[in-house]
Every structure is written in structure tokens, then in C-alpha cells.
């Protein structure tokens, strides 16, 4: 099982992007879904999660600002990041329950926010 996020890149404060975490492999079953961050010298947090439901979790600091969606056909889930500001540049990491017991973690995806 793997996940690979796309979707990062460089953007003005204010601006907007779109992450994108799909998961691949012998998959049967996924379970929550996440995204986390990464800041330097900062340890990892989380950002959004979301269940197989729809029930979404999000931390006070992209409230608001942030939406997780998933597509659970696709095995898929989407970060919206929106009103962006310097300090939400970090390095995004996409999570997922997957298959019972097993979690997992893509690679991570480089967001920043600078004029």
C-alpha cells in the first residue's frame, strides 16, 4: 500500500491550493483519513481528518480556512487550503487507516506561503 500526495507548491498569502493523497496497493478497506503538517524545528500535527462517513476534525488553526474531502471510490483524499498565510508553510503529510491495521503515511508535499 502506498499514498502519494501531489498538489504542493509556492503561493502568495491569500492564495489557495489543493492537495491530493491517493492511496494504492491491494486495498479493501479505509478507514480515517488525514492530513498533518510539518513546519521546521516544529514536530508534526495534524490539520484535518476525516471518516469514511464524511465526519471531518480540523485543527483551530485552519478552521474556517481548510476542508477535507475524500472520494471513496478513488481511494482519494483532497486538501482545500484557502486565505493561506506565511505560517501554514510546511511540509504536508497525508495518513490513512487502511486495511484494519495498518496506517500509513505519504511521502509529504512542500507548501509555501511567502510574497
Known amino acids: 500500500v502506498h499514498l502519494v500526495e501531489s498538489g504542493g507548491g509556492l503561493v502568495q498569502p491569500g492564495g489557495s491550493l489543493r492537495l491530493s493523497c491517493a492511496a494504492s496497493?491491494?486495498?479493501?478497506?479505509?478507514?480515517?483519513m488525514g492530513w498533518y503538517r510539518q513546519a521546521p524545528g516544529m514536530e508534526r500535527g495534524l490539520v484535518a481528518t476525516i471518516t469514511s462517513g464524511g465526519r471531518t476534525n480540523y485543527a483551530d488553526s485552519v478552521k474556517g480556512r481548510f476542508t477535507i474531502s475524500r472520494d471513496n471510490i478513488k481511494n482519494t483524499v483532497y486538501l482545500q487550503l484557502n486565505s493561506l498565510k506565511p505560517e501554514d508553510t510546511a511540509v504536508y503529510y497525508c495518513?490513512?487507516?487502511?486495511?484494519?491495521?495498518?496506517?500509513?503515511w505519504g511521502q509529504g508535499t512542500q507548501v509555501t506561503v511567502s510574497s
Open positions: 495518513n490513512a487507516n487502511i486495511n484494519f491495521r495498518g496506517n500509513y
Open positions: 496497493g491491494s486495498i479493501f478497506r479505509v478507514d480515517d
